[in-house]
């Protein structure tokens, strides 16, 4: 059959019937290119090998290959993944993770008075060993 577009909307309907074992099936499609503003007819055919073409499986990004063999990705990388590397070491160097996460730093696991694991056994009170644990820290 074919497909007629008006200003900015194309309905195409579309008969398929390959043999006489299978169904006949009819396709309504409704198109709103933005590429025209005149009557554009067209074949099935020619519908099809259009539709095809943009359907060919390339979202419009660049492949993989293509990036990392750019310039511009390893001026932009060779930047930033260096300074997120160093920003990451001060954050924790400096002592600002244990400050901002509230963990002790590794010579505050064990003190003078506390030489064991902080482990709950009571079954029926936890909440009092918490404490016991939480006052000597």
């Known amino acids: 059959m074919h497909c007629c577009v008006r200003g900015r909307i194309a309905i195409l309907i579309r008969?398929?019937?390959n043999t006489p074992?299978?169904?006949?099936?009819?396709?309504?499609?409704?198109l709103i290119p933005s590429f025209t503003e005149?009557?554009?007819?067209?074949?099935?055919?020619?519908?099809?090998e259009l539709s095809m073409l943009s359907m060919s499986g390339s979202t419009g990004e660049r492949s993989?290959?293509?990036?990392?063999?750019?310039?511009?990705y390893w001026v932009i990388h060779s930047i930033t993944i260096p300074s997120?590397?160093?920003?990451?070491?001060?954050?924790?160097?400096?002592?600002?993770?244990y400050d901002v996460f509230?963990?002790?730093?590794?010579?505050?696991?064990?003190?003078e008075s506390r030489q064991g694991i902080p482990l709950i056994?009571?079954?029926?009170?936890?909440?009092a060993q918490l404490d016991e644990?939480?006052?000597s820290f």
């Open 84 to 97: 997120l590397f160093i920003a990451g070491w001060l954050f924790v160097s400096t002592g600002l993770a």
């Open 38 to 48: 005149s009557i554009l007819c067209l074949t099935v055919q020619e519908y099809v």
């Open 15 to 17: 008969y398929t019937l």
């Open 133 to 135: 644990f939480s006052r």
């Open 121 to 127: 056994t009571g079954r029926f009170d936890p909440l």
């Open 64 to 72: 993989f290959a293509d990036i990392i063999t750019s310039i511009r």
């Open 21 to 30: 074992s299978d169904e006949i099936s009819v396709v309504f499609h409704l």
């Open 102 to 111: 509230g963990s002790p730093r590794p010579n505050e696991y064990f003190t």
